[in-house]
Structures are given as structure tokens and as C-alpha cells.
């Protein structure tokens, strides 16, 4: 019998997963803020630049990959 690992996290996984990658999240955020305000950038400008940065994009996506893998399955 062949387990497929890679496909199925249990939800224990996934909670981890989860709580890592969010709280990555917020740190980068937060350092982006940090910069923005040490160089005395405008709120829209910094705001523009959380909203557009590509890594932050990609771990917003993970997240949301995660938290539907995470749903029960019976939900149609």
C-alpha cells in the first residue's frame, strides 16, 4: 500500500503550516513597514508597496491554498 505523503497533509500539518507562513507574513510586513517609516515614505506609498510585493502576493495565495485544503471536503 503506497501512502501519497505530498498530497495529503493531515490538518495537524496544515495548522502548522498555516501559523509558520502567516507569521512570515507579518514579519515581512512589518519590516516593510518599519523601512518605510524610517525613510519617512508617505502611508499610500508603503501601502502600495505591501500590496504589490511579490513575495507577499505568493504567501497571501499560500494561505488561501491552505485554508481551502483545510476545509471539509463535504462542503459543496
Not at 8 to 34: A, F, G, M, P, T
Not at 49 to 73: D, F, G, M, R
Amino acid at each position: 500500500m503506497k501512502l501519497h505523503f505530498n498530497k495529503v497533509l493531515d490538518q495537524k500539518d496544515l495548522k502548522l503550516s498555516k501559523k509558520i507562513i502567516s507569521s512570515y507574513k507579518k514579519r515581512l510586513e512589518k519590516e516593510i513597514l518599519d523601512r518605510s517609516l524610517k525613510l519617512r515614505m508617505p502611508q499610500k506609498k508603503f501601502e502600495e508597496i505591501i500590496n504589490n510585493n511579490n513575495e507577499l502576493i505568493y504567501l497571501k495565495k499560500a494561505l488561501e491554498q491552505l485554508e481551502t485544503e483545510s476545509e471539509p471536503h463535504g462542503n459543496v
